[in-house]
């Protein structure tokens, strides 16, 4: 599995730094994937399906957080379209500012396959430790999808779970695995 020869991997830091244009395709992949069944739903989000009136205040307050130091969204393209993008945030007490937090780690269903989602954490990997100096990256994962094989193959660890903790629909609730990575 190869990422496609024309992709492009940005790194926005301001919430300027988000054009209009970037902005909607941010929308529409969230919406794609979340209603594909990614497990990119936020806790604002209503049951499935959601729309794109659900989706655009949780993607503004995340890019209004973007701050150099702080938050940053990686992005990538595909041929000019969208094909994949993830939060990176630095905790934010003192205790805990060595270490960063990696959340709505998606590729839009156009582009499954081809590699942008390890891609993507190879490159999150890099800015954190490199950029940001961070020492350690979290996530968390529902459980049941495959997600904490694909984050294992790339060298996170398992730290915890919460059974039952995600309730995707009645009768349909999931773990949340917590995973860590040393940098």
């Known amino acids: 599995m190869t990422v496609h020869q024309s ?25 794609a994937v979340a209603n594909a069944g990614g497990a990119v739903l936020a806790t604002e989000f ?12 949780v993607l503004d307050g995340l890019v209004h957080a973007l701050h150099p130091r702080h938050g940053r969204l990686l992005v990538a393209a595909v041929g000019g379209s969208l094909a994949g993008w993830l939060v990176l945030r630095r905790e934010p007490h003192p205790l805990g500012s060595h270490c960063g937090t990696v959340n709505h780690v998606q ?31 979290s996530l968390s994962a529902r459980g049941g999808v495959g997600l ?36």
Request: net charge negative; hydrophobic share 40%.
């Open 7 to 31: 992709s492009e991997f940005l790194q926005l830091t301001r919430p300027g730094d988000v054009t209009p244009c970037l902005r909607q395709e941010l929308i529409d992949c969230w919406e």
């Open 148 to 183: 904490e094989e694909f984050y294992r193959r790339l060298g996170w660890v398992e730290v915890g779970r919460w059974p039952g903790a995600l309730r995707i629909a009645p009768g349909d609730d999931r773990d949340e695995i917590l995973m860590s990575l040393a940098l």
């Open 46 to 57: 209503p049951p499935l399906p959601v729309s794109t009136r659900d989706v655009t205040p």
């Open 107 to 137: 590729t839009h269903p156009r582009f499954r396959g081809r590699g942008i989602g390890v891609a993507l954490m190879h490159r999150v990997r890099d800015v954190a430790r490199d950029e940001m100096g961070l020492e350690r990256l």
